[in-house]
């Protein structure tokens, strides 16, 4: 796609034609495979796919991926947001960061994607910045939960 840089048959692809979709949200991933995984998730904005990830050992930078083409998306679109959602490696942090300031100097909102601990996972088994993670993304109890301790709704029913 000429517009996301995804993978489909047609150009414009058919989730940039989409009227459906949130016109105000971009997720940017490193891979078109990402994509894929996104959609099963029901994600239902944008993407743009930036083609890789930044890597100084391989000599790959900014300019080697599609950050230019994604500023130029949010000169001309409806865009208020982006999301970055690139892997939780040392690349993939360093590129967020990087796209992060190139996206912000646009004036669109910029925000990654949450991080924490795993489902099923033990907290002494998660890595310190997992756990950073986790305690800045925390957010209320769902609904359900009841505050006061000893009560019969201290945890939500299952249904």
Do not use: W
């Not at 517009?3 to 979709?21: G, K």
């Not at 300019?63 to 690139?86: N, Y």
């Not at 990087?98 to 990654?112: I, Q």
């Not at 949450?114 to 099923?120: D, L, T």
């Amino acid at each position: 796609c000429s517009v996301c840089f995804n993978l489909d048959e047609i150009d414009p692809c058919s989730i940039c034609t989409d009227p459906t979709r949130d016109q105000s949200l971009i997720l940017v991933v490193e891979d078109p495979r990402d994509v894929g995984s996104f959609q099963e998730a029901e994600y239902r904005g944008l993407f743009h796919v930036l083609q890789g990830k930044v890597s100084t050992l391989e000599g790959i930078g900014p300019e080697d991926l599609t950050v230019a083409q994604l500023l130029a998306r949010l000169g001309d679109s409806k865009v208020t947001a982006v999301c970055l959602a690139t892997n939780p490696d040392l690349e993939g942090e360093a590129t967020a960061r990087r796209v992060a300031l190139r996206v912000a100097e646009s004036g669109v909102s910029v925000t990654r994607l949450a991080r924490g601990i795993p489902a099923g996972a033990s907290i002494t088994q998660v890595s310190q910045s997992i756990l950073s993670d986790a305690i800045e993304g925390r957010r209320p109890m769902g609904e359900g939960f009841d505050p006061e301790p000893g009560t019969e709704s201290e945890v939500p029913s299952p249904t």
